[in-house]
């Protein structure tokens, strides 16, 4: 995964946005629910820890 930030740090949102939008194009039933609903999650989860370090670390 560090390689990927090294790359360019906005490449694992767009990455968890493709994997929401495959998912939803994919499996049909409980398993597109699961995908979707844990690839949204952990997108929400990279999304909060970007902005809390470009926004979150700088000084008063």
């Known amino acids: ?6 790359i360019d740090f906005y490449l694992p949102l767009l990455f968890g946005v493709a994997r929401i939008v495959l998912g939803l194009l994919g499996v049909i039933g409980n398993v597109r629910l ?7 999650c952990g997108l929400g989860i990279y999304v909060y820890i970007a902005f809390t370090a470009i926004f979150g670390f700088k000084e008063p």
């Open 1 to 6: 995964m560090v390689f990927i930030i090294e």
């Open 34 to 40: 699961y995908l979707v609903s844990s690839n949204a």
